[in-house]
Protein backbone atom coordinates (compact mmCIF):
# COMPACT_ATOMS: atom_id res chain seq x y z
CA UNK A 1 0.00 0.00 0.00
CA UNK A 2 2.85 2.15 0.82
CA UNK A 3 4.48 1.53 -2.64
CA UNK A 4 1.05 2.74 -4.29
CA UNK A 5 0.98 5.86 -2.85
CA UNK A 6 4.36 6.71 -3.24
CA UNK A 7 4.20 5.93 -6.91
CA UNK A 8 1.04 8.05 -7.50
CA UNK A 9 2.45 10.79 -5.54
CA UNK A 10 5.50 10.85 -7.80
CA UNK A 11 4.19 10.41 -11.01
CA UNK A 12 2.81 13.89 -11.52
CA UNK A 13 6.13 15.24 -10.70
CA UNK A 14 7.90 12.55 -13.23
CA UNK A 15 5.38 13.89 -15.73
CA UNK A 16 6.34 17.87 -15.08
CA UNK A 17 10.03 16.93 -15.42
CA UNK A 18 9.57 14.88 -18.41
CA UNK A 19 7.72 18.45 -20.28
CA UNK A 20 9.89 20.29 -22.26
CA UNK A 21 9.46 23.49 -24.31
CA UNK A 22 9.93 24.00 -27.48
CA UNK A 23 11.53 27.24 -28.67
CA UNK A 24 11.40 26.62 -32.21
CA UNK A 25 8.14 28.44 -33.98
CA UNK A 26 5.90 25.87 -35.76
CA UNK A 27 4.33 28.43 -37.50
CA UNK A 28 5.79 28.71 -40.64
CA UNK A 29 4.91 24.99 -41.32
CA UNK A 30 1.13 25.60 -41.54
CA UNK A 31 -0.04 25.55 -44.94
CA UNK A 32 -3.42 26.97 -44.49
CA UNK A 33 -4.78 26.35 -47.97
CA UNK A 34 -4.79 21.97 -47.72
CA UNK A 35 -7.72 20.77 -49.10
CA UNK A 36 -8.85 23.54 -51.03
CA UNK A 37 -7.50 22.72 -54.32
CA UNK A 38 -9.00 19.65 -57.01
CA UNK A 39 -12.66 19.26 -55.24
CA UNK A 40 -11.52 19.51 -51.84
CA UNK A 41 -14.54 21.26 -50.40
CA UNK A 42 -13.26 23.00 -47.80
CA UNK A 43 -13.78 26.64 -47.23
CA UNK A 44 -10.04 28.78 -46.11
CA UNK A 45 -11.95 31.43 -44.60
CA UNK A 46 -13.91 31.70 -41.68
CA UNK A 47 -17.40 30.43 -41.80
Known amino acids: MK????VLLLSPVANLQAQTHSSEKLVPYVRPIIGTQ????VYPGAT
Open 3 to 6: KLLL
Open 38 to 41: RMGH
